[in-house]
């Protein structure tokens, strides 16, 4: 601020200007923020608060996602122990033509596929298989036979449809390879997700 003020001395007169300090101006020694300061600091904050934020929703959706993805596996050995307390004839005699046509229908298994009249099954990065559909029983060696529409199973509110494909071992025909696939879709992936688990059985 500026003032303004006449003196007189000796019959002279002059005239003297002064600058006061702004309202606005801080001095030494002086305590506090401007406003400018206040707004740069809470927005520094805001932006921390929505990383934190973001970071324990991702953390809480990777800790879902694994519990999920440990449930699918064991849910695959545990169908893989199953069908390997089966006579070693009826793992030859594999699924259920019929039953295995009927599942097909009602759910997605993009692995298998029927090729010439021969149901195919072929994981990612490998040569397709035949699957050992002679089975004539319709009950009673689970988990091959029977193999309900879908072959579900709800573990914690999540429902996981799971099957085992038996298939023969090339140039052995004493071996068959279990393959057990678990898929599932549920939050917060909701994609189907997939695992797998193969053994493979021989003659005890």
Do not use: K
Not at 68 to 77: D, G, N, P
Not at 96 to 103: A, D, F, I
């Amino acid at each position: 601020m500026t003032v303004l003020w006449r003196s007189e001395r000796g019959g002279r007169s002059e005239t003297r200007t002064q600058r006061r300090p702004s309202v606005s101006t801080r001095h030494r020694g002086e305590t506090g923020f401007t406003l400018i300061e206040v707004v740069i600091a809470f927005t520094i904050l805001g932006v921390l608060f929505l990383a934190i934020e973001w970071a324990a929703i991702g953390g809480s959706t990777a800790s879902v996602t694994a519990a999920q993805r440990a449930t699918a596996t064991s849910l695959a050995a545990q169908a893989i122990a199953q069908a390997q307390a089966l006579p070693f004839a009826d793992l030859q005699a594999g699924l259920n033509s019929s039953q295995l046509q009927t599942v097909l229908a009602c759910s997605s298994w993009p692995q298998v596929t029927l090729v010439s009249g021969t149901y195919m099954l072929q994981l990612p990065g490998t040569t397709a298989v035949p699957i050992l559909t002679a089975n004539t029983a319709t009950a009673g060696e689970a988990p091959l036979v029977p193999l309900s529409c879908p072959p579900s199973q709800q573990v914690g509110g999540v429902t996981y449809n799971i099957a085992v494909f038996p298939s023969p071992v090339t140039g052995n025909a004493a071996l068959v390879t279990l393959t057990a696939i678990v898929t599932w879709s549920a939050p917060p992936v909701h994609n189907q997700t997939t695992t797998v688990e193969q053994v493979e059985v021989g003659v005890q």
